[in-house]
């Protein structure tokens, strides 16, 4: 027997369902806390070096610190995009082409737990979908049987 | 609002959802309370460990909170289950309706 309370509860259970796979994916994809990580390079004028961390969608931080032959270069000597972790080498006199550096940058990070927790939880969010849309076909069957009294 | 006063809130209510189901209201919007009650473990199961880190004392809340994390994890597993058990009408199982719904009678005829 289908009544008004389980169609308004189907409508619940069906904007949850809506709501809960966006929210839970974007909270995984945006997790991240910001690691420090230090990293030999080299200095490439010719094309951009990319940082070996992976980081979140909150990509790395926005001030690095680079050092070669032992000084520290200031932001003239390269541009740091901090969504990409990319470095563009400028050709000045504070590096050299193939020369080797360190860079101490921080990027956004998932914890262990955190990556345990989706591992678990993701496949079930697709179990939640499935149960849900069994329980929505149920209950508008119902529904639909009472009203034309199939 | 800190990260970690919204993950609390959060909390607040995913134990809102679970008394619902399991102790309050067990014949009541269970689909609504075990899917809300899911939702939120889940999301707290996934960002924990990351808002304890960024909360100022964070070592001490790394500790709590990564704890606190498989807990949820285990709740949300659980309310997924009740919403299941709902789906095939196994919760509340047939006796305890049949009881609560005796229990009830009884009182309102007295």
């Not at chain 1, 094309?47 to 992976?54: C, E, G, I, K, L």
């Not at chain 1, 860079?103 to 939640?128: D, K, S």
């Not at chain 2, 067990?26 to 960002?47: D, H, K, M």
């Not at chain 2, 994390?69 to 597993?77: C, N, P, S």
């Amino acid at each position: 027997m289908t009544d008004g309370d389980s169609v308004a509860q189907l409508a619940v259970v069906i904007l949850l369902l809506i709501l809960a796979v966006p929210t839970l994916a974007t909270a995984y994809e945006r997790a991240g806390t910001p690691h420090a990580i230090e990293e030999q390079v080299t200095v490439d004028y010719a094309s951009p070096t990319s940082v070996d961390a992976n980081a979140t969608s909150e990509g790395y931080g926005a001030d690095p610190t680079i050092t070669a032959g032992g000084t520290v270069l200031n932001d003239s000597a390269y541009d740091w995009d901090a969504s990409t972790g990319t470095i563009t080498w400028g050709n000045t006199s504070q590096t050299s082409d193939g020369q080797q550096a360190t860079i101490e940058y921080r990027a956004y990070q998932r914890t262990a737990e955190t990556e345990a927790a989706w591992t678990v939880v993701a496949p079930l969010m697709g179990l939640f979908g499935l149960f849900g849309l069994v329980a929505s076909v149920r209950t508008l069957w119902s529904y639909v049987a009472e009203v034309w009294t199939l | 609002m800190t990260p970690l006063a919204l993950w609390a809130a959060v909390a607040l209510v995913a134990l809102a959802a679970t008394a619902c189901w399991a102790i309050l209201a067990r014949e009541t919007a269970v689909y609504v309370t075990s899917g809300l009650s899911f939702t939120a473990w889940a999301w707290l199961a996934i960002v924990g460990g990351d808002v304890a880190m960024l909360t100022a004392d964070g070592l001490h809340w790394v500790r709590v909170v990564s704890s606190l994390q498989f807990t949820a994890l285990a709740l949300a597993i659980i309310s997924l289950v009740v919403f299941a058990l709902r789906l095939f009408g196994a919760y509340p199982s047939p006796q305890q309706n049949a009881a609560e719904s005796t229990g009830s009678a009884e009182t309102t005829a007295d």
